[in-house]
């Protein structure tokens, strides 16, 4: 076998053959890499794809802006409350996985069920009987209402 392999390099044909590969594997490359030319395959990807990435960096940096803000909303005057801070980053990663999906949409019945996943992870923890009131439930689901309907227009505004 490795007397075939030898043989075959070896040969002035297959020099020239693998040379011609590695030639144009390089200039695909430098193309993709300078942003003429993208690559896009089913598991990998190449080339600059700058656009898509601002658009998921603005909306992930929106995201986590809205949701820390509602914990004065949550917490108010109590300045230890660790446990919603906890809280509301798990929600932040529940978001942060949405927009890495890159599947927000803002048909009713994609709200719904994100509403729905929302308020079964806040309520999967031991929280405060105040949380677990109808009013504080329309509340979440309004809030994850307008955090859809923004990551869709800041993909919209950028696209």
Same mark, same amino acid.
Do not use: P
């Given at each position: ?5 030898g ?11 693998l ?9 695909v ?20 794809d ?13 995201a986590?802006?809205?949701? +820390?803000?509602? /914990?004065? #909303? ?7 409350? !660790? ?5 509301l @980053? ?14 927000v949409?803002?048909?009713? +019945?994609?709200? /719904?069920? #994100? ?7 806040? !309520? ?5 009987? @105040? ?6 439930k ?20 950028y696209?």
């Amino acid at each position: 076998m490795w007397e075939a392999i030898g043989s075959v390099l070896t040969n002035e044909n297959a020099i020239a053959v693998l040379a011609f590969i590695m030639a144009a594997v390089l200039v695909v490359a430098f193309f993709a890499k300078i942003g003429l030319i993208n690559v896009r395959t089913k598991s990998v990807r190449i080339g600059k794809d700058e656009k898509e990435r601002a658009i998921i960096r603005r909306q992930i940096e929106w995201a986590h802006v809205y949701i +820390m803000s509602l /914990e004065s #909303k949550l917490i108010g005057n109590k300045k230890d409350d !660790y446990f919603a801070k906890y809280i509301l @980053e798990r929600v932040y990663d529940e978001v942060v996985k949405w927009v890495t999906f890159n599947h927000v949409a803002t048909t009713g +019945m994609y709200v /719904e069920i #994100k509403q729905e996943e929302v308020c079964a992870l806040v !309520y999967s923890f031991n929280i405060n009987d @105040e949380y677990k009131t109808q009013e504080f439930k329309k509340r979440m689901c309004n809030w994850t209402r307008e955090v859809i309907e923004r990551l869709v227009q800041i993909r919209e505004l950028y696209q």
